[in-house]
């Protein structure tokens, strides 16, 4: 799964929408409720679907970084920059039975430098145990791996999430993560986003993790 930088939110959304569509429509039968808001230009900003099976809800543009578990750095305000669907947060939530993920994401900008920011939430992120910082898939410094067995490189992983930024922060285990991600760093200022990531149980035999 690949949620570039600058589609973080849309990519992920494409996927979604594509695949549930799908799976609401099969289950009609069972009876479905969907629910959808519009915003102002008309666009699907906010979808929920229940079946009796699961569901999916989506929200756009109410997420902040207490939902995400995380302090606003200091004088941060929420970026201006958007992704393609003019979305600067969203929450994503789909399960059926067992199966449950969960994606909150929200971005923020400052004037301030990444290695500032970076610091801030290095010691924010502490609460959430062993922190490990990323240029890329590559870990910068020691841990390279928290105790629960994230890395920066989940390559090898069946339940991987690529966020596809220039630095970032992880803690937490494969299942579940928080993220602190530089979209942008031009010396003018950094745009960060802050991520709460939750994965199912794989599949495909893996074992359920405590965290």
Known sequence: MKIARNAILSAF???VFASLLGVGIAVLALGCSIAVDKSKNGEDKNVKIDTPLGGVHVTSDSTTAADV??????GAKLSTKKDKDGDKSADIHFGFGDWQFRLKVVK??????SDQVLAFYKKALGRYGDVIRCSG????????TTREGLACDESGSSKKVNLDMSQSLKAGSKRHQHIVGIEKDDGAGTVFSLVELDLPISSGGDKEESN
């Open 13 to 15: 959304r494409v996927s």
């Open 69 to 74: 578990g995380l302090p606003v750095y200091p």
């Open 108 to 113: 923020y900008q400052t004037s301030d430098s």
């Open 137 to 144: 898939n590559a870990a910068v410094g020691s841990p390279a």
